[in-house]
C-alpha cells in the first residue's frame, strides 16, 4: 500500500484526529512521522514536552501518547481501513513509541462500534464545572467492557473508596501547590493573555471554579487559591469516580493504558456524559501505590457525569505536528 491510496487530506484528518487527544497541561507530547512508502505512522514524544517535575519517568507522556494512537486508529476506522498497530515496535530505537498501518479495507457492520466514536474525537473535552451527580449505572458495565478492549480495567469504587481516593488527590494537590518546582511548572502551560496565540497549554477559561465545599481536589494550575481568581461553585455532592488500572506497569502497559482512556472517553462522549481527569496523586510514587488496588497498577482516575460541556484548549495543527 503506498500514500497515493490514501489521500493527502485523508491522511491529514488522521494526523488532526490524534492531535484531538487529552494531555497533561494540553502538552500534546507527540510527534509524527509518515513513511510515504508503506503508510506507516510513526510516533514518538514530542521534544522539550516532558514535564521535568510532575511527570519525571514520562509515564503520563506515554498515556497521552496512547490516547492519540488510539484516536488515530479511531480515523482510520473512519475512512475504512483497518490497523495494524505496533507499541515499542523496535528496541533499537526506544525513542520510537508506536507505528500504526493501515493494512487494508475494513470488513463488517458499517455502522460498528467504531463509527460513533470518530464524531466522538472531535466533541470531547475536559470539564472542570461541576456535574449533576446523577447515577451511571447502565454505563458502568459498558464503559468498563470498553477498558478491557484495550488491556486495561475500569473500576468504580463504592463511597468508602471514593472517599478515600478524593483525599489522596487532595494531598497530591497541596503537595504540588507547596513544591515550588511543580508549581512553577503547572504555571507554564496557563495560557492568561487572551491574545495568546500559543498550540498548547490552558487558557483561563479552562481552568474552572474549586469546589465550594472543598470535597472535590481539582488541579489549581497557578498554584494560587481560586477563590482569589474565580468563585467557587457546589459541585456535586457524590462524585461518580473510575479508578484506570493495569495489571502491569510497563512502558508498553502505560500506552496501552492511553488507549483505553480514550476509548472510555470516546464512549462516554457519545453517550453523552462529561468528563475530567485528576492526576494529582498519580504524580507521586507514595500516593500512586496508595491509589493502586491489589493486585494492579493506577493510570488514571477519571471524573463523570452529566453536565455543560468544558471549553475548547488549542491545538497543534497537523503541520506542527508532523516531523
Same mark, same amino acid.
Given at each position: 500500500?503506498?500514500?497515493?491510496?490514501?489521500?493527502?487530506?485523508?491522511?491529514?484528518?488522521?494526523?488532526?484526529?490524534?492531535?484531538?487527544?487529552?494531555?497533561?497541561?494540553?502538552?500534546?507530547?507527540?510527534?509524527?512521522?509518515?513513511?510515504?512508502?508503506?503508510?506507516?505512522?510513526?510516533?514518538?514524544?514530542?521534544?522539550?514536552?516532558?514535564?521535568?517535575?510532575?511527570?519525571?519517568?514520562?509515564?503520563?507522556?506515554?498515556?497521552?501518547?496512547?490516547?492519540?494512537?488510539?484516536?488515530?486508529?479511531?480515523?482510520?476506522?473512519?475512512?475504512?481501513?483497518?490497523?495494524?498497530?505496533?507499541?515499542?515496535?523496535?528496541?533499537?530505537?526506544?525513542?520510537?513509541?508506536?507505528?500504526?498501518?493501515?493494512?487494508?479495507?475494513?470488513?463488517?457492520?458499517?455502522?460498528?462500534?467504531?463509527?460513533?466514536?470518530?464524531?466522538?474525537?472531535?466533541? %470531547?473535552? *475536559?470539564? #472542570? =464545572? &461541576?456535574?449533576?451527580?446523577?447515577?451511571?449505572? +447502565?454505563?458502568? !458495565?459498558? $464503559?468498563? /467492557?470498553?477498558?478491557?478492549?484495550?488491556?486495561?480495567?475500569?473500576?468504580?469504587?463504592?463511597?468508602?473508596?471514593?472517599?478515600?481516593?478524593?483525599?489522596?488527590?487532595?494531598?497530591?494537590?497541596?503537595?504540588?501547590?507547596?513544591?515550588?518546582?511543580?508549581?512553577?511548572?503547572?504555571?507554564?502551560?496557563?495560557?492568561?493573555?487572551?491574545?495568546?496565540?500559543?498550540?498548547?497549554?490552558?487558557?483561563?477559561?479552562?481552568?474552572?471554579?474549586?469546589?465550594?465545599?472543598?470535597?472535590?481536589?481539582?488541579?489549581?494550575?497557578?498554584?494560587? %487559591?481560586? *477563590?482569589? #481568581? =474565580? &468563585?467557587?461553585?457546589?459541585?456535586?455532592?457524590? +462524585?461518580?469516580? !473510575?479508578? $484506570?488500572? /493495569?495489571?502491569?506497569?510497563?512502558?508498553?502497559?502505560?500506552?496501552?493504558?492511553?488507549?483505553?482512556?480514550?476509548?472510555?472517553?470516546?464512549?462516554?462522549?457519545?453517550?453523552?456524559?462529561?468528563?475530567?481527569?485528576?492526576?494529582?496523586?498519580?504524580?507521586?510514587?507514595?500516593?500512586?501505590?496508595?491509589?493502586?488496588?491489589?493486585?494492579?497498577?493506577?493510570?488514571?482516575?477519571?471524573?463523570?457525569?452529566?453536565?455543560?460541556?468544558?471549553?475548547?484548549?488549542?491545538?497543534?495543527?497537523?503541520?506542527?505536528?508532523?516531523?
Amino acid at each position: 500500500m503506498s500514500s497515493a491510496i490514501l489521500d493527502a487530506t485523508v491522511l491529514e484528518t488522521c494526523v488532526a484526529a490524534a492531535v484531538a487527544a487529552p494531555s497533561l497541561y494540553n502538552s500534546q507530547p507527540w510527534r509524527f512521522r509518515l513513511d510515504p512508502e508503506t503508510v506507516t505512522f510513526h510516533v514518538r514524544a514530542a521534544p522539550s514536552q516532558g514535564l521535568r517535575f510532575t511527570d519525571p519517568d514520562a509515564r503520563a507522556l506515554h498515556v497521552s501518547v496512547g490516547a492519540c494512537v488510539l484516536n488515530l486508529r479511531v480515523a482510520m476506522a473512519h475512512f475504512g481501513w483497518t490497523a495494524d498497530t505496533r507499541l515499542l515496535p523496535s528496541p533499537r530505537d526506544p525513542g520510537l513509541l508506536a507505528t500504526v498501518r493501515p493494512t487494508g479495507t475494513r470488513t463488517g457492520d458499517p455502522q460498528a462500534a467504531e463509527d460513533e466514536l470518530y464524531p466522538a474525537v472531535w466533541r %470531547r473535552r *475536559s470539564s #472542570r =464545572l &461541576p456535574f449533576s451527580g446523577g447515577p451511571l449505572p +447502565p454505563l458502568r !458495565a459498558e $464503559l468498563a /467492557t470498553t477498558a478491557a478492549m484495550e488491556g486495561a480495567s475500569l473500576v468504580f469504587p463504592d463511597p468508602a473508596r471514593t472517599a478515600r481516593l478524593l483525599a489522596l488527590t487532595a494531598l497530591g494537590e497541596r503537595r504540588n501547590r507547596a513544591d515550588p518546582d511543580r508549581a512553577r511548572e503547572s504555571r507554564r502551560w496557563v495560557r492568561e493573555d487572551p491574545y495568546d496565540l500559543s498550540d498548547t497549554g490552558l487558557p483561563l477559561a479552562a481552568l474552572g471554579p474549586q469546589d465550594a465545599r472543598e470535597q472535590l481536589p481539582l488541579r489549581d494550575f497557578t498554584a494560587q %487559591r481560586h *477563590s482569589e #481568581r =474565580l &468563585p467557587a461553585r457546589l459541585f456535586e455532592p457524590a +462524585p461518580v469516580m !473510575a479508578l $484506570l488500572v /493495569t495489571e502491569h506497569d510497563r512502558r508498553t502497559d502505560w500506552l496501552r493504558a492511553g488507549q483505553a482512556l480514550e476509548r472510555v472517553l470516546l464512549v462516554a462522549t457519545a453517550r453523552g456524559l462529561r468528563m475530567s481527569l485528576l492526576h494529582q496523586a498519580l504524580e507521586w510514587p507514595d500516593l500512586r501505590q496508595s491509589l493502586s488496588p491489589a493486585p494492579g497498577h493506577a493510570q488514571m482516575l477519571v471524573r463523570l457525569g452529566y453536565g455543560p460541556q468544558g471549553p475548547a484548549t488549542p491545538r497543534r495543527t497537523v503541520r506542527g505536528a508532523i516531523d
